[in-house]
């Protein structure tokens, strides 16, 4: 994103963020300056009284920003992003399964690793780890759970590389994309992976997948850049979430935003506080998923209980 179009972005949250704001902190203070001007009987000149309002418009935009920063709204224009844009589209619903936790982990390499002999070792693809636990809510045998992945740029479906295991026994699980011809390119990718053996109601699942989209990378500025995750689908609703998002750079400055109405250019500041801190792989499963990173990465934590809104944004700048 270049930094005209940033700074237009920025003069737009302000106006749709502070201009209330403002305006109740300049009635504020002219209505201070007026009774003092009275009260004291104070005269001022043409020229002391516009340096006094234009001092006092000043001061209530700075405040109104500066409350918005923390409390106010965001204005980003999603439709910029296909992936994010096309994920809130209400389209393989799961109305089965109750979603205990969920967890996304974003692994986002930007640079090029390579080794000695100058061989590529990781491409700039996506990748992201997705940890799935939950039970079966509905009154009938279910064998699997259909997902949604969407992508910046069109690709066909054997160009999406989906691994699944069964966190319980370790066993890899089967996957199957959705209705996808092999000799079209599509931005949306519905898969299902498949369950060990069908769950009868109320059965525990607890489900690990990582999905690679490759060169997608390509498409995405490191800087002033959105990941984003949609809880539209999970109809039986989620219980926790927790999204995080690894880069290969300390990131700057970081929002976490969140959309009541969806498809809008509003956004919420999340309520929940994150934490930036280095990424060091734990965990057989972080582990094994892991990508060879071209420097220190660093991971943005992120997550709530019982999420009030269907769908969440990172925002990040190098």
């Given at each position: 994103m270049s930094k005209r179009k940033s700074l237009i972005d920025e003069l737009k949250a302000f106006f749709i963020a502070s201009w209330k704001k403002a305006l109740i902190v300049f009635f504020a203070l002219n209505a201070v300056l007026t009774f003092v001007t009275i009260f004291f009987k104070i005269n001022f000149s043409a020229l002391d009284f516009a340096l006094a309002i234009t001092f006092i418009?000043?001061?209530?935009?700075?405040?109104?920003?500066?409350?918005?920063?923390?409390?106010?709204?965001?204005?980003?224009?999603?439709?910029?992003?296909?992936?994010?844009?096309?994920?809130?589209?209400?389209?393989?619903?799961?109305?089965?399964?109750?979603?205990?936790?969920?967890?996304?982990?974003?692994?986002?390499?930007?640079?090029?690793?390579?080794?000695?002999?100058?061989?590529?070792?990781?491409?700039?693809?996506?990748?992201?780890?997705?940890?799935?636990?939950?039970?079966?809510?509905?009154?009938?045998?279910?064998?699997?759970?259909?997902?949604?992945?969407?992508?910046?740029?069109?690709?066909?479906?054997?160009?999406?590389?989906?691994?699944?295991?069964d966190m319980k026994t370790s066993r890899e699980l089967k996957v199957e994309f959705c209705g996808l011809e092999i000799n079209k390119k599509y931005t949306d990718f519905p898969f299902k992976i498949f369950f060990q053996k069908p769950l009868n109601p109320g059965e525990e699942f607890k489900i690990i997948f990582s999905i690679t989209l490759i060169n997608e990378l390509e498409v995405l500025t490191d800087n002033d850049e959105i990941m984003s995750i949609c809880l539209l689908r999970y109809k039986k609703g989620v219980e926790k979430l927790d999204f995080n998002v690894c880069l290969d750079f300390e990131p700057q400055t970081v929002n976490v935003l969140s959309q009541k109405k969806l498809g809008g250019k509003t956004f919420d500041f999340a309520e929940d506080d994150f934490i930036i801190e280095k990424y060091i792989p734990t965990g057989e499963w972080e582990k094994r998923f892991d990508i060879n990173w071209s420097s220190q990465p660093y991971i943005i934590r992120w997550g709530c209980d019982k999420p009030r809104r269907k769908f969440y944004v990172i925002n990040y700048r190098r």
């Open positions: 418009a000043v001061s209530s935009a700075v405040l109104a920003r500066n409350e918005a920063a923390t409390k106010g709204t965001r204005y980003i224009d999603i439709s910029e992003r296909i992936g994010s844009s096309r994920s809130i589209n209400d389209v393989y619903p799961d109305k089965c399964h109750k979603f205990t936790h969920i967890t996304r982990q974003d692994l986002l390499d930007y640079r090029v690793s390579k080794q000695s002999n100058g061989q590529t070792t990781n491409g700039r693809h996506f990748v992201s780890i997705r940890f799935l636990e939950g039970y079966n809510a509905s009154k009938h045998t279910t064998d699997g759970i259909i997902y949604l992945e969407c992508s910046e740029y069109r690709a066909h479906y054997h160009q999406i590389k989906v691994v699944a295991h």
